[in-house]
Nanobody, 125 residues
Framework: EVQLVESGGGLVQAGGSLRLSCAAS????????IGWFRQAPGKEREGVSY????????YYVDSVKGRFTNSIDNAKNTVFLQMNSLKPEDTAVYYC??????????????????WGQGTQVTVSS
């Protein structure tokens, strides 16, 4: 059974940091790209980053570039999203998902087939 489990969310003040984890089971990381998405209250879900499970290529949308860092531990089948210099606008439920980016920078929902349950990140001002 394919499963993705996020953890590491919480409440942090603006300027603080959090590290999200996405633990996967039931499939090999090598075959997938692992994306991070977020959904703020009243807004559509947006893709923010992905990392290739095969060669660790990363992509970040402009709003998080320079602040978020993706990394992968293939031995533990776990992906990490280090989030620094957090802003109130980063407040959202964060999801990880496994799939296949069709092109560099592809963080469209439809490219990712397995999804975690999400973890809440709240950044206070």
């Amino acid at each position: 059974e394919v499963q993705l489990v996020e953890s590491g969310g919480g409440l942090v003040q603006a300027g603080g940091s959090l590290r999200l984890s996405c633990a996967a089971s039931g499939f090999a990381f090598d075959d997938y790209d692992i994306g991070w998405f977020r959904q703020a209250p009243g807004k559509e879900r947006e893709g923010v980053s992905y990392i290739s499970g095969s060669d660790s290529t990363t992509y970040y949308v402009d709003s998080v570039k320079g602040r978020f860092t993706n990394s992968i531990d293939n031995a533990k089948n776990t992906v990490f999203l280090q989030m620094n210099s957090l802003k109130p606008e980063d407040t959202a439920v964060y999801y990880c998902a496994a799939g296949g980016a069709s092109y560099y920078g592809d963080v469209r929902d439809q490219s990712y087939i397995y999804w975690g349950q999400g973890t809440q990140v709240t950044v206070s001002s």
